[in-house]
């Protein structure tokens, strides 16, 4: 005998081989349609806010990601390129889901949450090389929402989907996908304030003296922004102006250093002073003395 094992060679019959195939045929069928599922394209743009929003298209399954939380979660690097801070991975949900949008077609390329309802950037695909003709390409996707900061560059990498839905559909070339470096962008209006209030806003005054037709009223004009710390802020009738007996609106209008702006009302109401009466002395009668005949 040999020191080499031997291979048995085990011959199998027709009818064996036949029976392996269909229930292998059969498993596949009966496979949940999410398995079909993977990351096919990555896109970004700005949401309302002004923060990053990134997309993954997953293919084929709109059936089976009916909330976020069904996609499973990505691998997603954060750095701060301004600070310098070091980098850290975390792994997170989509925010939100969107089903039936086709970059490519014009039927479904709008709708997307993005600033002015922009079509999101292209960051990578590998749509090239799928069928087009399925309507089913490019179709269902997620959604992550990151923040950005004022004057801070940030970039985030999607490095790893964790699941058969968001996991590399290209073949090993759609992540790393990288989305910035960007900085937060101001689309919001600062808002104007009166003496620390939101506005619409009333101050009422009374005249001081009778028979004023006016009265001098003053205020505090700020605004508040994301990013900008001093907005400029105007106002059409100034604090300290005399301002006439009824109602009068203030234009203010607060504009942050991006040029958003944001224009509010203050009504100031003036009422006259009420008439002072005149001192009265009661009228009184005076007491007589009752005169008396003496008795004879």
């Not at 989907?161 to 790393?176: E, H, I, K, P, R």
């Not at 939101?198 to 001081?208: H, V």
């Not at 922004?225 to 106002?235: E, F, L, R, W, Y």
């Not at 006439?244 to 944001?262: E, F, S």
Request: aromatic residues 6%; charged residues 20%; glycine residues 8%.
């Amino acid at each position: 005998k040999s020191g080499h094992n031997k291979v048995q060679t085990m011959k199998t019959s027709p009818y064996a081989a036949l029976f392996r195939f269909i229930t292998a045929a059969t498993i596949v069928g009966t496979l949940p349609q999410q398995t079909h599922g993977h990351g096919i394209e990555v896109r970004e743009c700005r949401n309302p806010s002004g923060d990053i929003r990134f997309f993954v298209e997953h293919w084929h399954t709109a059936s089976r990601v009916i909330e976020p939380t069904d996609a499973g979660t990505m691998n997603i690097l954060f750095e701060n390129l301004t600070d310098g801070t070091s980098p850290n991975t975390r792994t997170k949900y989509p925010d939100g889901i969107l089903n039936n949008k086709n970059i490519y077609s014009s039927d479904h390329a709008t709708g997307w949450g993005c600033i002015n309802d922009d079509t999101p950037n292209l960051i990578t695909s590998c749509h090239e090389t799928l069928p087009s003709t399925t309507g089913q390409a490019r179709d269902n996707w997620v959604y992550f929402d990151r923040k950005a900061t004022c004057n801070v560059e940030v970039q985030y990498t999607l490095e790893q989907g964790n699941s058969v839905v968001l996991t590399d559909g290209c073949g090993g070339s759609l992540y790393d996908a990288v989305v910035g470096p960007v900085t937060f962008l101001d689309k919001a209006a600062p808002v104007p304030k009166i003496d620390g209030q939101k506005l619409p806003y009333t101050i009422e005054a009374t005249a001081l003296d009778t028979g004023s037709d006016s009265h001098i009223v003053t205020f505090t004009a700020s605004a508040e922004d994301d990013c900008d710390a001093s907005p400029i802020v105007t106002v059409s009738h100034p604090s300290g102006s005399a301002f006439p007996l009824g109602d009068t609106v203030v234009t203010v209008t607060a504009t942050d250093n991006q040029g958003n702006k944001k224009i509010g009302s203050l009504t100031v109401t003036v009422i006259s002073s009420p008439s002072k009466k005149p001192t009265t002395r009661p009228t009184t009668t005076p007491t007589t003395t009752p005169t008396t005949t003496p008795t004879t």
